[in-house]
């Protein structure tokens, strides 16, 4: 099996943090830039399924099924399913920006994985959403194609990651999400997962733990 992760292009969060206030998260749309960087992907993810028709899994947000729509691979794609379990870490009710701006520098004190967000979910709540999705997906038959699409969110898509590497906490929190419109392919050889590049490393792994 081989699984490629891409995260949605920019949305409006990424670029105005108070949107959220105002916004439920579901519903943040892409910004036109987000647009562009979604239909210049296409292509790129084109080349990489290499003629291969996937499955693709998608999260219900608006800003990643915008993505998907954008890089107008449809007509290559053997099914297309929303997937909840994919969805980004739920932040709770972020009307007030003070609240937010609160909720943020705990988390980071805290650390991303272990810290429930007020009426939110933690990381570690992602975690397991996460591993159920990919237990149901290792038990597919043999009509399901070998080649799976994922179009999610950066948390989320390195949590994939976690659990297929059976990295540490401390190696998870050690990471960047990808940028937007980023990709990571992930491949199944056997018993054994590679990656086919690693994730920036924004601080050492307190146990040394690489990404190999």
Partial sequence: MRIIL?????SLGNVDELAYTRIPDHALPLTDDGREQA??????IE???????????????????????LLDIRDSCERITQEPRLREQDWGNLQDPQEQEVQKQRRHEFGHFFYRLPFGESGAD???RVAAFLSELAACGEDHPETVLIVSHGLTIRLLCRRLFGWSIELFESLSNPTTCEYRVVERVGDKWTLDRPFRQWRDSPDGETQD
Avoid at 6 to 10: M, N, T
Avoid at 58 to 68: D, G, H, K, Q
């Fill in 6 to 10: 891409l995260r949605h292009a920019e």
């Fill in 39 to 44: 239909r210049r992907a296409g292509p790129e």
């Fill in 47 to 69: 080349e990489v399924l290499g003629g291969q028709r996937p499955a693709v899994y998608v999260s219900p947000y608006l800003r990643t099924r915008e993505t998907l729509r």
């Fill in 126 to 128: 992602v975690d397991d």
